[in-house]
Every structure is written in structure tokens, then in C-alpha cells.
């Protein structure tokens, strides 16, 4: 991270206003108040100039206005005119004129317990968002505000030191909370509110926006009194796919709402940005090869130069190895990003499988006692719709081949600050129980062990699960498109006699059938008797079809028709059909 280059940013913006206030006095003879004033306007470029004066008349007269996406806090999203910080109390100022807008109107609800999340890991309670109420005309009492020229964004990052959080909580809903609000677009300047200083993987973010971001530290720097005349404040959790386990053991998010699709548009944009001209091709020398990611500084592969070698043969490709600590980041998702497998220990490295191209393999190796369906984030990035990745967990089961670190401190997994019942207990056990996050010693203790990966239950175990074989080629993008509803839906009824009736059931094609390819079109109708739960299902290839089995004379029908694409692409139901013999 370059630390320098942030406040060089800053140092030039605030230099730009100050060389601007002499520009300015020497054309208005200016009162005492608006030069000090306009020496503390942030000002990067002459079209972003706001009239200083006007933006303070328009904060007193109007206030703050907000107006928010969402229903509870956990899903809002709130955009903000007028919104200041007070760098002094720590807090957020919502100015009350007689022209601000408070939507949702929560009254006291907005303690209950916030307003909206900061970040995008749900409710967590050190991720909280408020504001404090103050009447506009306190202004006059306050510090003369500083103005931030652009949209921004203002928000928590979750742990800015770990990659996996970084791409998944942090970078990937910043993406689409941009692409969400019209003004945000690719220019806003992020504030990250969390606390952090910018961190080792501040690049990272700064490729987001033009603007670098600014850390909440930093704005001491800038002033006592900041106002935002355009916010977004909070984040949209509705790329994220995994939970860590703060309520109830970690694991996949119980809704998830997104797709390979939106997650490689926005690895595109980011390997363009990194300046790493991905195509889903072959290797720098159009060759197919393995990556295997190498952790340098714990949870070893102890006969790493063996595995490259067993991967070699069996796969008959190049084998090459890289690691975080080793590579700059591009550089490794360059390599990733036309590899056709990568293989890794668990840890947060595999979160560069975002950027693996389609039909490629990812591999995940897990401790002694580690049960694999246990942690699942990587495996859920691979299953998720339209990745097309294949994924395989291998665990080693043997004992032999572990190497424990009981001595070390407790954060990197050592026991002996334990009591000793409770010591033996977990050199004993076989397995971690499932557990909360973050600090179970059990886990922390196994997941730091060292591992000499044994060889053929490994490779057996990929071969297991790669069935369709390796080679990124031969996995083709298929059409998901879902059907339209069956039209013209139509029943007829005849009474054959005392006991037996017949329903004669047509419709037409869906209406974007004629403009998708599909291998295979079908139809599902549902017969239900009125008034009863059950009904007869069938699959149909026709668009019509005269049902006898199981019809009563004298008797209500409801029909239900939809179509289906491909076996599983189900369209949704026409109208019901009301039916009587
Ligand atoms: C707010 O108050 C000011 C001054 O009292 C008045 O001129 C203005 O019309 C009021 N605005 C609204 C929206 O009521
Ligand atoms: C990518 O290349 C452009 C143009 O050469 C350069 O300005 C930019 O700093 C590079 N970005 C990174 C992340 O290296
Ligand atoms: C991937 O391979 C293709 C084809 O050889 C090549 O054009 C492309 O530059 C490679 N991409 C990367 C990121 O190395
Ligand atoms: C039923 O569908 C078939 C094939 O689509 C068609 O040939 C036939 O005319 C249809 N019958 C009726 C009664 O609509």
C-alpha cells in the first residue's frame, strides 16, 4: 500500500483550494468569513468547483435530506443531501430546517437498532449506522464546514486485511452499490467510516474510482466539520453469498441472489483495471497449466515440490506455484485467470478463484480434523450459477501427516493457554465441532496445522470429481433463459357418461419462445379438483392434450400450465383456467 500516494492526493486538493482563495480574493474583496471559508473548501478540479457560499445557504435552509431503499436496516441504503460529520464528537449531523426529509421516518425506531449496516455483513453491531439530530441553525455554532466536491459513498469496510473479506465484503457490493445509484457511476469518492488505516491492500480499493478513497483518520486532516451535499451511505449486500458464522455456524447465506454472471462483469472490470488483459484462454504460451497457491508463513503443504510434480504427471501439464507474499497481486490473477486448475489450502488465497476461467477446476486442501462441509465459502463462489468452475475438497484423514503447533499464540492457533482437561480434549478429537466465529481454539488450532498431503487419496479424489475432464475449452456457455407464459390457454369439458368425463386442455407457445434457442421445450399441467389440496401433475410435449384419467363429471377443474426450457428452466404459471364438466 502506498500511504504516500494518499496524501499526495490530499496534499494537492487542499494546496488547489488554497491557491484558489487567493484567485478568488483577489477578485472579490472577500468578508473575513468567506476567506476562511474557501481556504477550507476541498476543490481537486475547476468543473467540480461548488460556490461555497451557496452550498453553506442551501445547508442552513434545507437542511438534510434523506431518502432510503429498504425495509429494516439490514437492507437499506440511504441517499443523503446535505449530510455533515463532525470529526470532533465522531458523529454524523442531520440537520433539521423546515425543508428536510427524513424517509423512512422512524422515530425512535432508529435506535433499534440502527438506522442501516455499514457493511455488508448483516447486522453485525460494530457495523452500525446513525446520525445525530441538531437544528440547522447550529451551523452557525459549529466550525465552518468543508464541502466534499463528489458523490460519495460512505461506508464500512469489514476486514481490509484479508483478501477473502476484502473481494467478498468489501470490493464486489461496492461494485454494484455503484451501479445501483445513478451519481455514484464510477466516479464517487469512498469514505470508509470503519476505523482502519488504509491497509496493506489499499490498491485494491483504489481501483474502484478514480477518486482515492478516504479513511475515516483522514479526515481530521481535512477539517473539524465536513458536509456531504450528495451521499450514498451503507452498501448492498446483494452480491454476497456467504455468512461467517456470528449467529449460527458459518456457511452459505441462506438467499443467495447472485449469479457467476454479475461476479465475472465485475472481475472483467477489475483485471481490466489491474491492467491484466484477461481472455478465458490458455497459458502465456497457449498451454494449459495447474496453479498451486503456496502459503508461505503457516498452514504449510510440507511436500509442496512432490505435489507439483504428482500434478504434473497426472494432468500431463505445467505446474507452476504462486503466493501472495511472493507475487504482486496482479501478477497472480494473471496466472489464475487463464489457469485450468488451482489448487490451494483453505485460506482467504482461494478467493482468487473469482477470477479463474470458466470450466476451470478449483481444488481446496483442509487440515487434519477439519471437516470440509464445514467452510464453505470457496465452494459456494465455485457452485454458484454461471461460474463454471468445478470444484473438489480434499481433507487429510492421517494423523501421521500433521504437524500441530500447540506453543504458538492462541490467534495463530496455539492451545497451552488452555486448561489442561481441556488441552488433551482437543488433541483427541477427530473432528472440529461446528462453531460460532472467531475465536473457538479447536478451530484455530487445526486450521493452523501444517500438512504433508498425501498424494494418491488426493489425486484420486480430483479424478472422482472432475469427471468431464480438464480443459477450459469444452465447457460452453448455455443459454439460461426461463420461459415466457404458455398464451392462449383454453379448456373444453364433455361428459361421457355417469362416471367419466373428459377435459380437453389447449394453449400456445410461450411468447419469447421464437426468439430463444432451446433444445427442448415441454410443458407441465396441473389438474386440481376445486376445493382440494392435491393435484395431477403431467409433463406434455404437445400443446394440447384431452384428460380422462381421474375426471369426475359434474365436477370443478382449476388448470395451471407453464412451460419449461431445457429440463430445469421452469416459466411461470398462465392464469388459472376455471374447468367444469
Ligand atoms: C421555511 O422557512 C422559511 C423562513 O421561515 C420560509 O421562507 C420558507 O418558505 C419555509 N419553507 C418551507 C418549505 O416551509
Ligand atoms: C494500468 O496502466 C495504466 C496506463 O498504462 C496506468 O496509468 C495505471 O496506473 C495502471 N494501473 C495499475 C493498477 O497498474
Ligand atoms: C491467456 O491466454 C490467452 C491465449 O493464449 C492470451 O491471449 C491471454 O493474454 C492470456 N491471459 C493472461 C491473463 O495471461
Ligand atoms: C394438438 O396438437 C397437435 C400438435 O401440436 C396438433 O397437430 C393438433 O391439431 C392439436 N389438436 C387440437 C385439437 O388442437
Known sequence: MNIAAVFNALLVSILAAVLWKHVRLREHASTLEEELALSRQAREAPRETIDYQAALRSLLEEGTRMVCTGRTHTD?????????????????????????????????????????????????????????????????????????????????????????????????PIFYTMRQFPGLDREARLVFMEGWGPGLHFDLYRLLSPKVPLVREQLKSLGSLLCFPQAYVGLSKVTTWYQYGFVQPQGPKANILVSGNEIRQFTRFFAERLNVSGSEGRGPAGEEYIVLFSRTLNRLILNEAELLLALAQEFQMKTVTVSLEDYAFADVVRLVSNASMLVSMHGAQLITSLFLPRGAVVVELFPYAVNPDHYTPYKTLAGLPHMDLQYVAWQNTKQENTVTYPDRPWDQGGIVHLDRTEQERILQSREVPRHLCCRNPEWLFRIYQDTKVDIPSLLQAIRGAVKAGLGLGKHKWASSLYPSKVRGARCQASVQGATEARLSVSWQTPWNLKFVKVKEVKYEVWIQEQGENAYMPYILTHQNHTFAENIKPFTTYLVWIRCIFSKNLLGPFADVLVCST
Do not use: K, W
Open 76 to 172: 437499506r441504503v440511504c441517499r443523503f443531501q446535505g449530510l455533515c460529520y463532525s470529526v470532533e464528537a465522531e458523529e454524523f449531523l442531520f440537520l433539521h430546517s423546515n425543508a428536510s426529509v427524513m424517509l423512512p421516518s422512524l422515530g425512535p425506531r432508529r435506535f433499534q437498532p440502527a438506522l442501516l449496516d455499514l457493511s455488508s455483513v448483516e447486522d453485525h453491531n460494530t457495523q452500525y449506522f446513525n446520525f445525530v439530530e441538531l437544528p440547522a441553525s447550529a451551523l452557525r455554532a459549529l466550525p465552518p464546514p468543508l464541502f466534499v466536491p463528489e458523490v460519495a459513498l460512505i461506508t464500512n469496510r469489514f476486514n481490509p486485511d484479508n483478501l477473502m473479506h476484502i473481494f467478498h465484503d468489501d470490493l464486489l
